[in-house]
């Protein structure tokens, strides 16, 4: 065999070596695939036109397309899902109603929210009512009584909330209330007990319960 034969045969034997080993020295060059490779910076993607900069994909449905080496958080990080399931799947599965306000605040205050509905408190010199803000339909259970004395219960026929669902507690009234809210396939089911009482000038109103998600 000739002598530059045998050169020819050593350099395709190194590159092959090279090219099996577990990791390429990728920095300046372009990325092999199958391999590691190895850079000393920040190997950076640009998309100059329309649509994602990379996409991934496995032959396999449920092999990832992505693994990464650490637990560390990746910041800006926007997915449809985590685990197969979307934002509102990891929503607080129970939601507390505390409220408290008078007369001399004007106005609705907003209490908390769940799902896509507000709830807020809203105290006039006379009542206190229980609004609630959103979409879809409500149905409620209601006990009122006042002071001491055996409560009277109500229940109404399902209802579209439209701009607002209210319940009203005149003065020296508790109304204990069982509300099933429906949007969709969102079903949520609120307990409350609101009060409205009297002193000096002015009227203190309150709210106290939960929204679960059903």
């Known amino acids: 065999m000739s002598r530059s034969k045998h050169a020819t045969v050593v350099a395709y034997l190194a590159l092959f070596v090279a090219l099996s080993g577990s990791a390429w ?6 990325l092999v695939l199958g391999h590691n490779n190895r850079t000393t910076g920040t190997t950076s993607l640009t998309n100059t036109h329309s649509g994602p900069a990379l996409r991934l994909a496995t032959r396999k449905l449920r092999a ?9 958080k990746i910041r800006r990080l926007n997915a449809d899902k985590l685990d197969g399931l979307s934002a509102s799947a990891f929503e607080a599965a129970a939601v507390r109603l505390l409220g408290n306000t008078t007369s001399a605040t004007a106005g609705e205050q907003v209490v908390n929210r769940a799902g896509p509905w507000t709830f807020k408190l809203d105290c006039r010199p006379s009542s206190a009512s229980f609004v609630v803000h959103g979409p879809g339909t409500a149905m409620a259970t209601r006990t009122v009584a006042i002071g001491a004395s055996v409560g009277r219960t109500f ?9 607002a669902f209210s319940t009203t507690a005149s003065t020296g009234q508790q109304v204990s209330q069982t509300l099933l809210l429906l949007s969709n ?15 000096g000038s002015v009227e203190n109103c309150g709210l106290v319960g939960t929204a679960i998600r059903s």
């Open 25 to 30: 020295a990728a920095t300046g060059n372009g």
């Open 64 to 72: 990832p397309a992505l693994a990464i080496s650490n637990d560390t």
């Open 155 to 163: 229940v109404t026929k399902p209802a579209a909330i439209g701009t």
């Open 185 to 199: 396939t969102t079903l949520m089911h609120v307990d409350t007990v609101l009060t409205a009482t009297h002193t």
